[in-house]
């Protein structure tokens, strides 16, 4: 069992959706669809494109987040780095196909809670984009 | 009763404080002294500073002799680093809305 305090924080959400693997990764891929569910964008499913995922800015956020095509293997995974006020995390979606659609996974990775440099920017910093996040979240009820 | 995110965003939002906190995280323990000649401010500001990162848990003192030692308790971040949880209710939010964008999306 590895110390809670060296492991590599993720989190994992996953669905089953009604649909081919085709149209889900559409909505994953193309800059108009991805705005729809997600944030506004300039999207390309090109490796090592570098894009922004913007929501309003807040008050202690400008509502960016800085991003890096990582993976792009079309109907199966994407995965892009997800970087905003000084932490780093990776987004990664996964589609697999079954009897009666896809499974959708998606898991972000996060920094390494006992390195003592993600302290000032990141820890303090992330608290704030979620503050920020629950805000707009819940302005969105 | 303010709480514990309430103290600890309080107390890390002051710059100076701050800026004291992430001293003792990057370099380690040290005495008020030490401390004030780099901080910019009075060695009773410093002091102040230190009592109130003390009272929310952040730092701990040693007396040795005459001196005091300060060093960092990042445990005390816990609560605001809870992020996986918020991330994870950002994202089923987001699915959702993914979700509903398939229902309308031809195929």
């Not at chain 1, 202690?60 to 905003?84: F, H, M, Q």
Request: charged fraction near 25%; include cysteine.
């Amino acid at each position: 069992m590895n110390e809670p305090a060296a492991e590599t924080l993720s989190v994992i959400v996953e669905r089953e959706v009604p649909y081919p693997a085709e149209k889900i990764w559409r909505a994953l891929t193309q800059p108009h669809l991805i705005e729809e569910w997600l944030m506004r964008n300039d999207f390309k499913p090109a490796v090592g494109h570098n894009f922004s995922l913007r929501m309003d800015p807040q008050p202690n956020w400008n509502g960016v987040i800085d991003c890096r095509v990582l993976v792009v293997e079309p109907n199966k995974t994407l995965s892009y780095a997800w970087a905003t006020l000084g932490l780093e995390t990776v987004v990664t979606f996964t589609l697999t196909a079954t009897a009666t659609g896809t499974h959708l996974r998606m898991e972000q990775r996060g920094f390494r809670p006992d390195q003592p440099q993600n302290y000032q920017g990141a820890r303090y910093g992330w608290q704030k984009f979620f503050a920020s996040l629950e805000q707009v979240l819940a302005r969105m009820k | 009763m303010p709480s514990i995110h309430d103290v600890l965003f309080r107390t890390l939002g002051d710059p100076t404080r701050r800026a004291i906190f992430e001293r003792l995280c990057r370099e380690g323990e040290q005495t008020v002294g030490a401390l004030t000649a780099r901080a910019g401010v009075s060695q009773p500001a410093v002091s102040k500073h230190l009592g109130v990162l003390k009272h929310a848990g952040l730092v701990r003192d040693r007396h040795e002799g005459r001196e005091t030692h300060y060093s960092a308790q990042p445990g005390a971040l816990a609560p605001l680093i809870d992020w996986t949880k918020q991330m994870a209710g950002f994202w089923r939010n987001r699915f959702d809305k993914l979700e509903d964008l398939l229902r309308r999306m031809d195929q």
